[in-house]
Nanobody, 115 residues
Framework: QVQLAESGGGLVQPGGSLRLSCASSGSIFSFRAMGWYRQAPGNQRELVAT???????NYADSVKGRFTISRDDAKNTVYLQMNSLNPEDTAVYSCRASLGVYDYWGQGTQVTVSS
């Protein structure tokens, strides 16, 4: 059973930065892909960024140039560096890991961008 634990969320002012972490209980190298998703109140969950085992990266258009996804296989952790945050980025951010036909999700971490 894979467990994912997100951390790093919080309250930040517009224009600020946060770095989210997603720590896996197992080796992340075994996952076909990992990604960050977010869900704002009243909205559907949406993809933010993904990174594959081979290092291919994909970003939502709304975060391109501001967010960076990365992985540290030695620490079994995936990161999401978020810069130039704006109120529209406010959401619960969740980590997802794809292993074969299974998807695993973390519990999520709240990010609130407000002055």
């Amino acid at each position: 059973q894979v467990q994912l634990a997100e951390s790093g969320g919080g309250l930040v002012q517009p224009g600020g930065s946060l770095r989210l972490s997603c720590a896996s209980s197992g080796s992340i190298f075994s996952f076909r892909a990992m990604g960050w998703y977010r869900q704002a109140p009243g909205n559907q969950r949406e993809l933010v960024a993904t990174i594959t085992r081979g290092g291919s990266i994909n970003y939502a258009d709304s975060v391109k140039g501001r967010f960076t996804i990365s992985r540290d296989d030695a620490k079994n952790t995936v990161y999401l560096q978020m810069n130039s945050l704006n109120p529209e980025d406010t959401a619960v951010y969740s980590c997802r890991a794809s292993l074969g036909v299974y998807d695993y999700w973390g519990q999520g971490t709240q990010v609130t961008v407000s002055s």
